[in-house]
């Protein structure tokens, strides 16, 4: 049986003959006798055509089937605006607007909530190139009610990977401008053929959709009082235990954390479209060589190790990566940004384009593409950004193409830096390695050996022991060598180098010994990053069996917030510091040394002693003399919970004191290998 089908606009119009073989993608008729609910819910934001289809057949009586497919409201449609970029409530519609200097067409698609559920376009709108587009910008102001409706672009051009174009009109994409995007089906999943549609399109903002902060204003807590908290926004609340109404979502982290600040982790080094092979998805089918790095012959750059790398200084890259920072801060009131892999973003832009595509210098080109910039175009521009201005900004000072700039990131003065250094050395000093005592103590003071000569302060040094790259805090005394087996990725990915130390025993199962060796580690670290001049710390969920580690973290914070000492306007000097070794005023910064200890002068706490013993052996230490007072233990990770730290609500805690005195009486301290401890400066007939 051959199948022909018409469509019309209306009952009256004449017919259009569309194929005469197949028929429609939209079009599932349902066998006769039976139901179907396709269409049996139209939404209130859509009109509907008649559809016809013709059966005909050999000697067989002809068979009419009439189905409806949904349209969108009846809208008008203009020429637009070439600015601002994306989709743009206002005026009673919708203006879109779309950068794409080398396509020779552009295509709008509109996508209904019914179409979107059987994957089809509703609608497309072929853009002019005479009155739909400004300079390399497609625009077009569609006047009409889109609720509910999402959209993308299809664009035409030349396909020739080899000269960076990949242009193909039969792709839909997203629109970079795209202020929020729909996902369906499993992360990481692709439409056929590495398409982006039907699993992904761009929601069309709303004219009424304003949202009443209700007087929310920007906290500008000083940096140098600032503990960060790294979360994965989703993961925190997901699980049923968070309790939440929203689980997984923005609204679930709001109930439970309305009070903080936030610090966005943006990543503009790369994208999801990976190198010549990966998907197009996006940036790559709008304009592929000017938003990525191209060699001569259209290989990607792979300065991210993600196959790809964001050409983040050329102009209309860095415009838009601006543009996305001020829409966080203005709309969501977003309080500061870390930026992943920041030193690409200081790296020069490809100056690819059709006169050096076979390697032929261009004209002026003075630079190769990536290298690294004193003065980077897209720092400059953050920096010295009006609306930007007062919101705190992090660069992750490295990247995947061996450019490492840990106190030397172009930095204007406003820039603090992921301090890969400090993990480093910590993670060693902690598990006993010889020869880091010197640089541990520079750590403590906040980094002055990286960040004093350039004029920044101790709290542009983010300080931070484990993060999302890497292992977790309980995997860094777990593990000596890497397990990720569990991701499916074959323990291929991931760092091999990491510092880790088992305590004795390789994995989870392990003796007593050793897991009270491993969460007295765990205590050393953070105590660490609490003594230390400004912090960052992650740890990945609170378990029942954790609630210990928990309440030491709780209270190590609250500690560190009340020490005026612990977070300086500078680093500090020595008339407020004064370091130790197994005796006052004798630091050992010798190879082999294991223990550093000091005193500092607090305004609020007195006097504070702390002291690190990372050796395999205990020690007895000799406290600096002071008349008239002596020395009371605060925090001992060697001890037991709740001992290992004596708040006020301790039980027996004038008990555990005192069992001290006998040694701090006399000016004396035993410590137990791999410990820590603070002590407080009191009057002798304090708790007497």
Same mark, same amino acid.
């Given at each position: 049986m051959e199948l022909t089908h018409y469509a019309s606009c209306s009952s009256h119009s004449p017919p259009k003959l569309l194929s005469p073989h197949k028929p429609p993608q939209w079009w599932n008729p349902t066998p006769r006798g039976k139901s179907s609910n396709n269409w049996s819910a139209k939404p209130s934001n859509m009109s509907f055509s008649k559809w016809v289809v013709a059966a005909v057949g050999s000697g067989a009586e002809a068979e009419t089937v009439v189905v409806e497919k949904p349209i969108l409201q009846p809208f008008r449609v203009f020429e637009g605006c070439p600015a601002p970029l994306g989709a743009t409530a206002r005026d009673g519609g919708v203006n879109f607007a779309v950068y794409s200097g080398n396509a020779v067409s552009a295509t709008l698609c509109l996508i209904s909530a019914s179409d979107l559920e059987e994957d089809r376009v509703t609608e497309q709108i072929s853009l002019d190139p005479l009155t739909n587009k400004t300079g390399d910008v497609w625009h077009v102001?569609?006047?009409?009610?889109?609720?509910?409706?999402?959209?993308?672009?299809?664009?035409?051009?030349?396909?020739?990977?080899?000269?960076?174009?990949?242009?193909?009109?039969?792709?839909?994409?997203?629109?970079?401008?795209?202020?929020?995007?729909?996902?369906?089906?499993?992360?990481?999943?692709?439409?056929?053929?590495?398409?982006?549609?039907?699993?992904?399109?761009?929601?069309?903002?709303?004219?009424?959709?304003?949202?009443?902060?209700?007087?929310?204003?920007?906290?500008?807590?000083?940096?140098?009082?600032?503990?960060?908290?790294?979360?994965?926004?989703?993961?925190?609340?997901r699980h049923e235990s968070s309790r939440t109404k929203f689980p997984g979502t923005y609204h679930g982290v709001v109930e439970k954390l309305d009070h903080?600040?936030?610090?966005?982790?943006?990543?503009?080094?790369?994208?999801?479209?990976?190198?010549?092979?990966?998907?197009?998805?996006?940036?790559?089918?709008?304009?592929?060589?000017?938003?990525?790095?191209?060699?001569?012959? &259209?290989? +990607?750059?792979?300065?991210?190790?993600?196959?790809?790398?964001?050409?983040?200084?050329?102009? $209309? !890259? *860095? =415009? /838009? %990566?601006?543009?996305?920072?001020?829409?966080?801060?203005?709309?969501?009131?977003?309080?500061?940004?870390?930026?992943?892999?920041?030193?690409?973003?200081?790296?020069?832009?490809?100056?690819?384009?059709?006169?050096?595509?076979?390697?032929?210098?261009?004209?002026?080109?003075?630079?190769?593409?990536?290298?690294?910039?004193?003065?980077?175009?897209?720092?400059?521009?953050?920096?010295?950004?009006?609306?930007?201005?007062?919101?705190?900004?992090?660069?992750?000072?490295?990247?995947?193409?061996?450019?490492?700039?840990? &106190?030397? +990131?172009?930095?204007?003065?406003?820039?603090?830096?992921?301090?890969?250094?400090?993990?480093? $050395? !910590? *993670? =060693? /000093? %902690?598990?006993?390695?010889?020869?880091?005592?010197?640089?541990?103590?520079?750590?403590?003071?906040?980094?002055?050996?990286?960040?004093?000569?350039?004029?920044?302060?101790?709290?542009?040094?983010?300080?931070?022991?484990?993060?999302?790259?890497?292992?977790?805090?309980?995997?860094?005394?777990?593990?000596?060598?890497?397990?990720?087996?569990?991701?499916?990725?074959?323990?291929?990915?991931?760092?091999?180098?990491?510092?880790?130390?088992?305590?004795?025993?390789?994995?989870?199962?392990?003796?007593?010994?050793?897991?009270?060796?491993?969460?007295?580690?765990?205590?050393?670290?953070?105590?660490?990053?609490?003594?230390?001049? $400004?912090?960052?710390?992650?740890?990945?969920?609170?378990?029942?069996?954790?609630?210990?580690?928990f309440r030491f973290c709780c209270l190590m914070s609250k500690f560190r917030q009340e020490c005026e000492s612990l977070g300086l306007n500078d680093f500090p000097t020595a008339e407020r510091l004064q370091w130790h070794g197994h005796t006052p005023g004798r630091p050992d910064w010798s190879k082999t040394s294991r223990f550093v200890a000091f005193t500092m002068v607090d305004s609020v706490k007195g006097e504070i002693y702390v002291a690190f013993n990372s050796s395999h052996l205990p020690v007895t230490i000799t406290l600096p003399e002071r008349p008239g007072y002596r020395w009371q233990p605060l925090v001992d990770t060697s001890k037991p919970a709740p001992f290992d730290f004596l708040s006020n609500d301790v039980p027996e805690r004038d008990t555990a004191v005192k069992q001290y005195s006998q040694f701090t009486e006399a000016n004396l301290y035993p410590m137990l290998s791999y410990s820590s401890i603070i002590l407080l400066l009191c009057p002798f007939d304090e708790n007497a």
């Open positions: 102001f569609l006047k009409g009610n889109f609720e509910n409706v999402v959209y993308g672009y299809k664009f035409d051009g030349k396909f020739s990977p080899e000269e960076g174009h990949y242009y193909d009109s039969s792709r839909m994409l997203l629109d970079p401008y795209a202020k929020a995007v729909i996902s369906r089906g499993e992360f990481g999943i692709l439409g056929p053929e590495g398409n982006c549609w039907p699993l992904m399109a761009g929601m069309i903002p709303s004219s009424d959709a304003e949202f009443d902060w209700e007087g929310d204003l920007p906290l500008k807590y000083p940096q140098k009082d600032l503990i960060i908290y790294e979360m994965h926004v989703r993961g925190f609340t903080l600040k936030v610090f966005m982790d943006v990543v503009f080094n790369h994208t999801a479209e990976g190198n010549e092979n990966g998907p197009i998805l996006s940036f790559r089918g709008v304009d592929n060589s000017v938003y990525y790095m191209l060699a001569p012959k &259209g290989e +990607f750059y792979n300065y991210s190790g993600c196959g790809n790398t964001f050409n983040c200084n050329h102009p $209309i !890259v *860095r =415009q /838009f %990566i601006l543009d996305c920072l001020r829409y966080w801060v203005t709309e969501m009131h977003v309080d500061g940004f870390r930026f992943d892999l920041a030193s690409i973003m200081t790296r020069g832009s490809s100056l690819w384009d059709a006169l050096n595509v076979y390697g032929d210098p261009a004209e002026g080109d003075s630079l190769t593409t990536g290298t690294p910039l004193g003065s980077p175009p897209l720092i400059d521009m953050i920096s010295n950004d009006p609306i930007l201005c007062g919101v705190k900004l992090i660069a992750e000072a490295w990247d995947a193409g061996g450019l490492y700039q840990v &106190g030397m +990131f172009p930095h204007w003065g406003l820039w603090s830096e992921w301090n890969g250094k400090y993990r480093d $050395i !910590v *993670r =060693q /000093f %902690i598990k006993g390695s010889d020869g880091f005592s010197g640089a541990f103590a520079e750590c403590l003071c906040g980094s002055p050996n990286l960040y004093q000569e350039g004029g920044r302060k101790p709290w542009n040094s983010i300080n931070f022991v484990c993060a999302h790259d890497g292992f977790t805090l309980a995997d860094l005394v777990t593990y000596n060598n890497k397990h990720n087996t569990a991701n499916g990725e074959d323990n291929k990915d991931g760092e091999n180098h990491n510092n880790s130390w088992n305590c004795g025993q390789e994995g989870e199962f392990a003796s007593i010994s050793v897991k009270k060796l491993r969460k007295r580690q765990m205590r050393n670290f953070f105590l660490c990053l609490m003594v230390s001049q $400004i912090n960052y710390f992650r740890w990945d969920k609170k378990e029942e069996s954790s609630s210990d580690f």
